[in-house]
DNA sequence: AGATACTTGACAATGGTATTGTCAGGTTTC
DNA sequence: GAAACCTGACAATACCATTGTCAAGTATCT
């Protein structure tokens, strides 16, 4: 589901808008250092919405790379799948709360799910 | 973490508490469909914590098998892993909130997530 | 025009998770 | 003493996440 690509006239907006989207794929992948193709999984499962040229090609905002950042941080750190991700995103929605960061201020204990988290990433910048 | 094993001097207690540890594993197995081994390793994960008598056999009450009911529903109908499951449960805490009941309420779609739920099942009772 | 990067769809390999199942050695319950 | 519990180990099955590639087509930029 999530809400239809935003397919926005490039060139709108204030120039350094969070919302705006200026990332093609390749760049967006290498920012957030995983596989294109992963981001398109990830836009499959309805994780991440990046707007769209009026010709098809994926643009990514700064929020969208939060977004990224945010399921990396759920799969690789704290091990959950992309169902959980759903789920929770879904929740953050339903419940208008940043309930992640909140998991991520007073540090989940899931270092004991057998996952190492060697260094914490910050998903979520103080100019939300 | 999940608090310590209540470890009940059984027989204390309303006798009709939802709270009062009654099920050895077998039955609790049996009540929710699934194999005693998975009944452990839930608890392995953190994720329940039943009782135990004062010789270490595991005692769930109703609460502790609405829980399981919760995590099945999540594992089985909407595809969260475990760990997904301990950070579901970890928010709810968190917040105070019945958050989970809430996606249920409002029904998560989920079913595009490739996993028909077939029949879906009630695991908070409107006795709770 | 031509090179490069994008799009979708398919296929596959890798490693991990979830669940069930069993086996062994030991304790509890009846 | 038999049946059910305990822990710990090992294994099989099936599915998931991620990376990777290939093909045929479109877009972008010099």
Redesign the interface.
Known sequence: ?VPEPVRVSIGRGDSRDPKRPVYVISVAASIVSVHPRTLRIYEDA?LVCPARTPTNIRLYSEIDIRRVMWIRH?TQN????L??????F??EE??G?R?LE??YD?G???A??A?SADEAPEPSASTA
Chains 1, 2 share one sequence.
């Open positions: 589901m309805g759920l704290l091990g959950v799948n169902a959980g991700v759903r789920i929770l879904e929740l339903r419940l709360t309930i909140r998991l007073e989940v204990d899931a004991d799910a996952k």
